[in-house]
């Protein structure tokens, strides 16, 4: 999956550029990839001394990363979440991630952030510069869902459904890396997720349906 | 509302000069270091901490190495979830494994640094009630004392009862670790069992000799050596994911039928990671039986003075000494994650 460059920081006021330094330590932080890099280097402005003070974020913040394959900008204070930044500053907001304890206990946030399982209620959204950040809504294809949603509906995986992005999500992460995962190994995928409505007997189910059958 | 600014340090020097103190930037200002966030962010979100500025270290990215060799050197913002999966360190650093498999969710672990796991605040429901001004907040009394003190400090609590919440610190103190630190006047280092305070040693409104313009670097961990074997236990109210009401990290060297030496350190109890010297000093030389285990465990818990509601952690402290030790004796399969 390609990733966004790193675009620049915008602050209210006497807003800093971007010096070449801090630019191209950020790109080739976020993503290890040499052609991002070769993009930066193009797009970098002409060397000149390096700055003496941090880079500051400050205001309206643009922030630009990979929203389920497709690159997404959006703009918000460094202080707010990816969390709210999906469900309430995208131009067309995604609130499959659920909003419930925003303390980070419940999981009904999670989604995937470089494939790995995040709450996003615990990350600033500028975490998310230049990265690939997946939610619920990214994993059907058109109707077609995949595996671990298909089984959810056929196990019957849910009753209030609140949690149930968050299961899918940690659940898709899990099966993506091992998709030989045993029951104990999905239940430890899960720790993080809490469901109480107590459906976890299907909810599993559903992941050990997928797990044995290998197709997704 | 407040105004906000997130500082992108790309050097160490540059992070600690923003810290409060430091040499910079020229306006005032109440700056917290920033790294996985999965602590400072539910502070901030219940208002416990108003920092004006936050400084993001994860652009120092030399704090972020994980050297697993003849010893272990853990940056600073190395991820807990690297430690779970490191095959050597799961073999020879079995403790600081299986402590780091029992910190929180996978979710968290895939954010939350070592440094940052080592340097939380406590859970207390006090402390975090925003609206409870106990002595951890500035405050004169502790509401836990004489309030709901179930998941309270049965050991080296006064005039403060928290507990010191990490899995890694009995793990990382167990293992012997050093810690180096750097704040304005350049680096340190001083054993970890060192940079812990209880509430009568340093500042009541921290847990550890960290200045507010301070910062948490690195551990370098040697290899327990040979004939070294080492476990995490811990007992939660949750199974699934929660703070450990009590939790025990546990070395042994074994000659024979005998136990030649010990280091144990207790989590969950006390305002610190809580060595136990003379539980270590008796099981040196002695047989390794259950009647040895349970002569340990209780001196693991000499001295203790549970609160009115939290008596059972001295029972539960004890059996997870007594169960380390059956472990390690071979006696009982091991597993990741400590008890359940």
Same mark, same amino acid.
């Given at each position: 999956m390609k990733r966004p460059p790193r675009p620049q920081a915008r602050t209210s006021e006497a807003s800093p550029t971007l010096s070449r330094r801090t630019f191209l330590k950020g790109a080739g932080g976020v993503a290890a990839s040499g052609v991002l890099a070769r993009e930066a280097l193009a797009n970098a402005e002409p060397s000149g001394p390096p700055r003496a003070d941090a880079e500051v974020l400050e205001g309206p913040v643009e922030v630009e990363f990979a929203l389920n394959g497709v690159a997404t900008k959006v703009t918000v204070e460094p202080r707010t979440t990816l969390l709210n930044a999906l469900r309430v500053h995208l131009e067309t907001p995604h609130t499959g991630a659920k909003e419930v304890c925003d303390r980070g206990t419940c999981g009904a946030c999670t989604v995937l952030l470089d494939d790995e399982p995040i709450y996003a209620c615990m990350t600033l959204a500028v975490r998310a510069h230049g990265r690939s950040v997946r939610t619920v809504e990214g994993l059907a294809s058109g109707d077609e869902l995949t595996a671990v949603q298909r089984e959810m509906v056929a196990s019957d995986g849910m009753m209030c459904g609140f949690c149930t992005p968050g299961f899918v999500m940690s659940m898709t992460a899990c099966l993506e890396k091992n998709p030989d995962a045993t029951e104990q190994e999905l239940r430890e995928a899960c720790r993080g997720n809490l469901c109480r409505c107590g459906t976890y007997p299907h909810v599993f189910e559903a992941g050990m349906r997928v797990a044995r059958g290998g197709a997704r | 509302m407040r105004g906000f600014k997130l500082f992108r340090p790309a050097t160490l020097d540059e992070a600690v000069a923003l810290? /409060? $103190?430091?040499? $910079? /930037?020229?306006e005032p200002h109440d700056a917290r270091p920033l790294a996985g966030g999965q602590d400072l962010l539910t502070e901030l979100k219940d208002h416990l901490v108003e920092p004006d500025a936050l400084v993001d270290l994860t652009g120092l990215h030399e704090l972020e190495a994980l050297e697993v060799g003849d010893a272990l050197r853990i940056g600073a913002l190395c991820k807990v979830a690297a430690l779970e999966h490191q095959p050597t360190l799961r073999a020879h650093w079995t403790v600081l494994a299986e402590a780091a498999a029992s910190v929180a969710s996978p979710q968290i672990r895939s954010q939350a640094t070592v440094g940052g796991n080592l340097c939380q605040r406590p859970r207390c429901w006090y402390y975090r009630n925003e609206a409870a001004p106990c002595i951890k907040k500035g405050g004169s009394e502790c509401f836990a004392e004489s309030g709901m003190n179930k998941y309270n400090a049965i050991l080296g609590g006064g005039p403060s009862y928290i507990v010191h919440p990490s899995d890694l610190a009995p793990a990382l103190v167990c293992l012997d670790a050093t810690v180096t630190v750097s704040g304005a006047r350049g680096p340190r280092s001083l054993p970890l069992e060192e940079f812990f305070t209880l509430p009568t040693e340093g500042s009541i409104v921290r847990e550890n000799v960290l200045k507010a313009n301070e910062l948490l670097l690195s551990l370098d961990v040697p290899s327990l050596g040979a004939g070294w074997t080492s476990t995490y236990l811990k007992a939660r109210e949750r199974g699934s994911y929660d703070f450990a009401l009590a939790s025990c990290a546990l070395a042994v060297k074994l000659e024979g039928e005998r136990i030649a030496a010990a280091r144990l350190v207790l989590g969950g109890v006390a305002p610190i990671p809580w060595r136990c010297p003379d539980a270590e000093a008796f099981l040196a030389g002695k047989p390794n039986t259950p009647e040895t285990w349970a002569a340990a465990a209780a001196l693991a818990t000499k001295g203790a003075e549970p609160l009115e509601h939290n008596g059972y952690k001295v029972h539960l402290a004890q059996g997870l000494v007594q169960k380390a030790l059956r472990r390690l004796a071979g006696q009982e399969p091991t597993h990741a994650g400590g008890a359940r």
């Open positions: - | 810290l /409060p $103190g430091g040499r $910079g /930037p020229a």
